[in-house]
């Protein structure tokens, strides 16, 4: 164990980089040092570092941003990326049928992790983001990968916080339990709004080379009563995602 | 100045992370010490750490990868996630139309780096990869920025490698010079095999709100004589994405 002011250069400088988010990509050197907790002249030098080594940039007016070098390693390698290119052709395909939110989610955690999201101008409310996350119980993309999640992490997502974002969200172990088993028997879940009263989620399970469910595609269009129409829609683009990564037979998900 | 053994611990980070690849996303302990050339206990012990902060992430076999975290904290804040919103739309109408690659590309030190690519199965051969680089002389998309790039660093291009990949490249300093005067002229650029005998690669310049060239959106499709059609397309494409980020006037580009 080390004493707090011996903490590692990369302990310090993951906390730098998680001081950035979707709504903040520029940051000063004093609104870093705020936010970590780290002296400005230790904050101060740590940037310079970074700087020189291309996982931050400094723009003119001396705020700091990811930098394009971190991002090039990190996306290019990244775990994601075949899911990502395998996905793209039938999410593209869904977007132009159905419009509004088509996105692309994966367990990380106890949460869901978005890794690609296509939106329509105009399109309805939609909290999701690419790389942003999401409560498992609410969202539609995180039902269907609880359901086909281990049971230790069921357990655990209903012994824990169900938040209640509107009356409809499943926000008690009972309702959630009898939602997750109405999700595997019919193979998609079907969330009329769970986050968001105006906005209706459609999720169904992608299955990667071994057979088991390593990512949910999903829609999400106004909360209205012909969104039923939309299922097969989704169901369809999951199963080419499926096919297209290699899954094996093609029985009934 | 520090001696190589005294190199900083976000020196070698930085190496680590180069030792992965879109070919080589999943590397050993022993494979990433051989390419970074750190002692195998380095690496492992060095490992070890980006593991426990998320900047990395072990297999089950023991095989080590990007992180999913650290994926999270760079693309969340990226500095082109703004531009990559606003192009999407206009990029997916462009692959309803043209199909093949469409691609959105920004300058970088002086090469074209990819942020984004849309690809359709079957497509023409092309060497573009999301986060993926190609040199500014060759592609259509690199002509466009080192067009409207300063012009120290036209001078740099023309003055360096430029390497001839097939016989329509423009590999002689006279050649790209002209070249980069037509492509100012005409808005766009044209070119026909010019990295592969087999595409054609067609792009124009997307201003950002200060009316500077900030990126490229391209296509790429089969080398053939009827794509000067696709030109107006990609053109309107392009001038959409400007005036979704913003861009003054209405004049031509």
């Known amino acids: 164990m080390k ?6 250069v990369l302990s310090r400088a993951a906390r730098i980089l998680e001081a950035f988010s ?15 907790g780290l002296h400005v002249a230790t904050a101060s030098r740590l940037v310079g570092e970074l700087v020189a080594h291309g996982f931050l940039s400094r723009d003119d007016d001396r705020r700091v ?9 990190v996306v290019r390698a990244s775990p994601t990326l075949s899911l990502r290119d395998a996905a793209m052709p039938f999410m ?5 049928v159905v419009g509004h939110h088509v996105q692309l989610a994966v367990l990380d955690g106890e949460e869901v992790l978005f890794l690609e999201r296509l939106s329509a101008p105009h399109a309805v409310i939609n909290y999701t983001r690419i790389a942003g996350r ?9 039902l269907v ?11 655990r997502v209903l012994a824990g916080d169900l938040t209640a974002y509107t009356p409809a969200t499943p926000a ?6 009898a939602l997750l088993a109405e999700v595997r028997r019919q193979g998609h879940a079907y969330c009329p709004g769970y986050v968001h009263d105006d906005a209706l989620g459609i999720a169904a399970p992608v299955r990667g080379a071994d057979g088991t469910v390593t990512a949910a595609l999903s829609v999400i269009v106004p909360n209205e009563r012909c969104a039923q129409e939309i299922v097969p829609v989704v169901r369809t683009a999951a199963r080419g995602v499926s096919r297209a990564l290699g899954t094996p037979g093609t029985g009934t998900f």
Chains 1, 2 share one sequence.
Do not use: C, M, Y
Request: charged residues 25%; aromatic residues 2%.
């Open 145 to 155: 990968l609880l359901a086909h999640a281990p049971a230790a992490l069921k357990e």
């Open 65 to 73: 941003r990811i930098g394009v070098r971190l991002w090039e390693l």
């Open 22 to 36: 979707q709504d903040e990509t520029a940051l000063t050197v004093s609104e870093i040092a705020r936010r970590t």
């Open 92 to 96: 593209e395909g869904v977007h132009d």
């Open 134 to 142: 999401l409560p498992l119980h609410a969202s539609s993309s995180g």
């Open 3 to 8: 004493a707090p002011h011996q903490e590692s």
């Open 172 to 177: 008690t172990p009972a309702a959630l339990r």
